[in-house]
């Protein structure tokens, strides 16, 4: 539940508010916010996407950033 916003802002067409919701997710240390984060892989900004591997790496989330990168993305 306290990751709805979260996850919400990580929807906003705004990448600021992207950065900052990675942000947030990123002090939580959980792996629940590890599997939140990993849906910002795809994201279409690149800063975005390089702030999401960088948290997963920095959390050790290594297993689940290596196995979402190794997926097949569209």
Known sequence: KELFPLEMALRSKYPDARLLALDALHKKHSKA???VILTAI???DPGVRTRAVNALVDDDAR???????AADHP
């Open 33 to 35: 916010a590890q599997a």
């Open 42 to 44: 795809g994201d279409p």
């Open 63 to 69: 297993d689940a950033l290596t196995r979402s990168l």
